[in-house]
Every structure is written in structure tokens, then in C-alpha cells.
């Protein structure tokens, strides 16, 4: 699977942005996607997950209720809705892709496919 991710800018601290992770190479029925982001000198941290097929998300407490993941079938894209943006959101967003199996969604060990990062910078 290759991932493309992009939509990231900068935006003020209650803004909005939209980022987009298309995806080539495989079916995706069987495939669960997930956004992770890592911010300057922490590691790679999980915002949350989507499966293809069924749409099922999950969502990291720290942007439960501001974030929201969807897919778009026709476009083999997923995307990530992101409002009331905090400063602290700041950090390279990556998207990544993993069958889905097993209930481990949230180590960015299990993901075998990755994109490359886009940057979203929150002011305050």
C-alpha cells in the first residue's frame, strides 16, 4: 500500500484543517487506517483509527470530540477533520495502513505502511 498524506498549514489556535491520505496499491476492505502525529522532541503518538470496510473509528482522549476520521471509497481516501485546534496539536501528522487484525490500533509498531508526514502548525 502507498500513502500520500497532504492538507497540513498553518492555522490560528480554534481553526479548522482538513488533512487527506490517499492510498494506492491494494484493496483496502481488509485493511485498517490510522493518523499518528509526533510532535518536536516527543515520540510518535497515536489520534486515531479508522476500518475500512466497516468505518468503525477510534479516537485518542486527547482529540476525542474535535478530530473525525472518514473515508471516501470512490477516492480510496481517508480523511481528518480536525476543529478547535489547540497549539499544542502542533506536530508532523502521518497516516498509515495495517490489515485489519488483532486489537492493538494504537502502536505505531503494527502499521506496515506509512506516508510521509504533512505539518500542521497551530498559532496561538
Known amino acids: 500500500v502507498q500513502l500520500q498524506a497532504y492538507g497540513g498549514g498553518l492555522v490560528q489556535a480554534g481553526g479548522s484543517l482538513r488533512l487527506s491520505c490517499a492510498a494506492s496499491?491494494?484493496?483496502?476492505?481488509?485493511?485498517?487506517m490510522g493518523w499518528f502525529r509526533q510532535a518536536p522532541g516527543k515520540e510518535r503518538e497515536f489520534v486515531g483509527t479508522?476500518?475500512?470496510?466497516?468505518?468503525?473509528?477510534y479516537y485518542a482522549d486527547s482529540v476525542k470530540g474535535r478530530f473525525t476520521i472518514s473515508r471516501d471509497y470512490a477516492l480510496n481516501t481517508m480523511y481528518l477533520q480536525m476543529n478547535s485546534l489547540k497549539p499544542e496539536d502542533t506536530a508532523l501528522y502521518y497516516c498509515?495502513?495495517?490489515?485489519?487484525?488483532?486489537?492493538?490500533?494504537?502502536?505505531?509498531?503494527?502499521?506496515?505502511?506509512w506516508g510521509q508526514g504533512t505539518q500542521v502548525t497551530v498559532s496561538s
Open positions: 498509515a495502513a495495517k490489515v485489519n487484525f488483532g486489537d492493538n490500533y494504537f502502536s505505531t509498531s503494527v502499521y506496515p505502511f
Open positions: 496499491g491494494r484493496t483496502l476492505s481488509s485493511y485498517r
Open positions: 479508522i476500518t475500512w470496510s466497516a468505518g468503525t473509528t
